[in-house]
Structure formats: C-alpha cells, structure tokens
C-alpha cells in the first residue's frame, strides 16, 4: 500500500510564490512517475507537472509553463512543485499522485495514477 501526502500549500498574493511538497511512502510496486494535479471549485482536475520516473521526460500544462518546476529526489521519495509568479486562476486544490504509467500514458493525464493524496490548498488573490 503506498500513502501519498502533500504539504505546504496556503494564501498567497498574486505575484508571489509557494513550494509544495509530496512525499510517498509504504511499499510501492516498482518505480513510479509522479504528477501534480489541480482542481478549482466547478472545473475538472487537471495535470498541473508530471515526471517520469527518472525525471527524463517532465510535462507541463502551458498554463504554468515558465512559473512552475517540479522535483523529485527519489532518494526520499518526495516530488516537489515550485510555484513562482501565482496569479488567480492558480487558486485551487493541489493534489500529488504517483503510478506506473503504461507505454502510451500522458504524464498529464490523472487516469492512470494509482495513487492520490488528499490534496493541498492554494489560494491566490488579487
């Protein structure tokens, strides 16, 4: 069983910036990708940075390309998501997921993800 947690979500003005933080444990089946996904009241989730599992292949939706970097440190088994220059429309919940994607899987898209944490909130205001 594996646990997913994230941390380190809170308010922020626009134009500022915020670290999330995601750790997985128990036993996982193998190496996993992990992504970030966001979802704001009325919208579907959405893949927010992804990573395969050795950090070759990173995604990013175009709506934070350029604002966001996601880490892994596989050491730890921790994924993070650097979020700099936040406007409004980055208000929402945040949730880390990990799972073995098949060939064929896009790092953005959460239906592959085994999984998920209870999500972390982000609030942005103008």
């Known amino acids: 069983q594996v646990h997913v947690a994230e941390s380190g979500g809170g308010s922020v003005q626009a134009g500022g910036s915020l670290k999330l933080s995601c750790e997985a444990s128990?036993?996982?089946?193998?190496?996993?990708?992990a992504g970030w996904f966001r979802q704001a009241p009325g919208k579907e989730r959405e893949g927010v940075a992804a990573?395969?599992?050795?950090?070759?292949?990173?995604a990013y939706a175009d709506s934070v390309r350029g604002r966001f970097t996601i880490a892994r440190n596989s050491a730890s088994n921790t994924v993070y998501l650097e979020m700099n220059r936040l406007n409004t429309e980055d208000t929402g919940t945040y949730y880390c997921a990990t799972g073995q994607l098949g060939f064929g899987s896009r790092l953005l898209d959460p239906r592959p993800y085994d999984y998920w944490g209870r999500g972390t909130q982000v609030t942005v205001s103008s």
């Open positions: 990573t395969s599992v050795d950090g070759s292949n990173i």
């Open positions: 128990g036993t996982t089946p193998g190496p996993y990708c």
